[in-house]
């Protein structure tokens, strides 16, 4: 094998590629990265079994080969190497030797035939769409997905279309979120459960990519393909909540009040909270305020007052500080609506200015 590319190209695919890199001590192949040079451009290969990725980047193939190499050794010789360098690898004694101006390296090179292969999604649904899209929608509610493995179904970010919306999911049985993007052709998506360890590295290569993106899946296998990249990854096997039983229907109590006052009192209020984040919250109409209540044993108590329009009952709450926060990140606009119905209910958080975000925060039992 012998291959003249960019430095920046070659370097980009490796680091990106080098991140899905399994990291089991088990299966010590999983860390490799295999390098596939043909006809015109050099592939990059990379899996751990539950996401994989092809990343094509055109090249002066002048032998065509394969090579098996150490990702977290490749990855560390490409980040100490500078953009405008031309690389040339060259196959020689079973070692990779990459040669720059400067620098000539060795790199020893692992069996190719312990490799697994990247699943191929077969007779599946295909659509395409665009990228910033999916990015915007994940990134909306991925704070909200569970963790834990233990429930599958929840440890995912859920997907369908309704109507003229693409629709994105996440909860962990405390809060939940979502967000609506519409588009202009809808496809027909009844689920898909892309499991939230995959969700950091779908999004960040899919920033990368110029143009529409054709995704394919069936129940198990979703893959997305644009822009010289491939990238495979496991869907969760499971049924999500009906959660749309959940969401409230009308609201006793309601007050909308500018996003920026109650973050300033919220993050004054991460100061007193308790290790359970506990803090109350007090709607008063009469008052025209919400006060917001937070105690430490140990630090002392803050209790802070946030100018609001307020309609409907006066009501007391206790809720998880840090979950309030998290949604301060999906909200745009100026203002926000908090709804509720009762202190054991959960509360609606919404934009004034944006009805395609929900958020819904359980209340805490004090």
């Known amino acids: 094998m012998k291959v003249v ?4 190209k070659l370097k980009n695919a490796i680091i990106l ?22 006809g015109k451009t050099l592939k990059i290969r990379a899996t751990n079994l539950s996401l994989g990725i092809e990343f094509e980047i055109p090249a002066k193939i002048e032998t065509e080969g394969v090579v098996l190499v150490k990702g977290e050794v490749i ?45 191929a999604v077969q007779e599946g649904i295909v659509f395409s769409i665009d990228p910033k899209v ?89 893959s997305f393909s644009g822009g010289g990249i491939f990238l495979t990854s496991r869907l969760v096997d499971g049924i999500f909540p009906d959660y749309r039983q959940i969401i409230p229907k009308e609201w006793k109590t309601q ?55 307020l309609k409907g009952e006066p009501i007391e709450v206790t809720i998880n500080l840090r979950y309030f926060l998290d949604a301060f990140q999906a909200l745009s606009g100026d203002s926000i609506a908090i709804e509720l119905t009762q202190p054991n209910r959960a509360l609606v958080v919404k934009s004034v200015s944006d009805h395609n975000f929900l958020y819904l925060l359980m209340p805490l039992n004090r």
Do not use: W
């Open 5 to 8: 590319c960019t430095g920046e």
């Open 17 to 38: 590629c080098e991140r899905i890199t399994g990291k089991n001590l088990t299966l010590p192949v999983l860390g490799a990265l295999l390098l596939i040079a043909s």
């Open 75 to 119: 990855a560390g010789i490409m980040g100490t190497l500078a953009d405008s360098d031309e690389i040339t690898l060259t196959l020689e004694n079973e070692n990779l030797v990459l040669k720059t101006k400067k620098s000539k390296l060795l790199v020893k090179c692992l069996p190719t035939e312990d490799f697994p292969t990247l699943p």
């Open 134 to 222: 999916l990015v915007q929608g994940i990134k909306a509610v991925s704070f909200a997905a569970a963790v834990s493995d233990i429930k599958p179904e929840i440890s995912a970010i859920f997907i369908y279309t309704d109507a003229e919306h693409i629709v994105f999911v996440a909860t962990d049985s405390f809060r939940l979120a979502e967000k609506k993007l519409k588009l202009k052709q809808v496809p027909e998506i009844t689920q898909l459960l892309i499991p939230f360890k995959n969700i950091a590295e779908i999004t960040r290569v899919l920033e990368g990519v110029n143009g529409e993106v054709r995704i394919e899946f069936t129940k198990n296998l979703i």
């Open 255 to 309: 007050c909308v009040l500018l996003k920026q006052d109650l973050s300033n009192t919220l993050r004054l209020s991460t100061i007193f909270a308790d290790k359970f984040q506990q803090t109350m919250f007090s709607l008063n109409p009469a008052e025209k305020t919400v006060s917001v209540t937070s105690q430490n044993a140990d630090v002392g108590e803050n209790t802070s007052s946030v100018d609001a329009v």
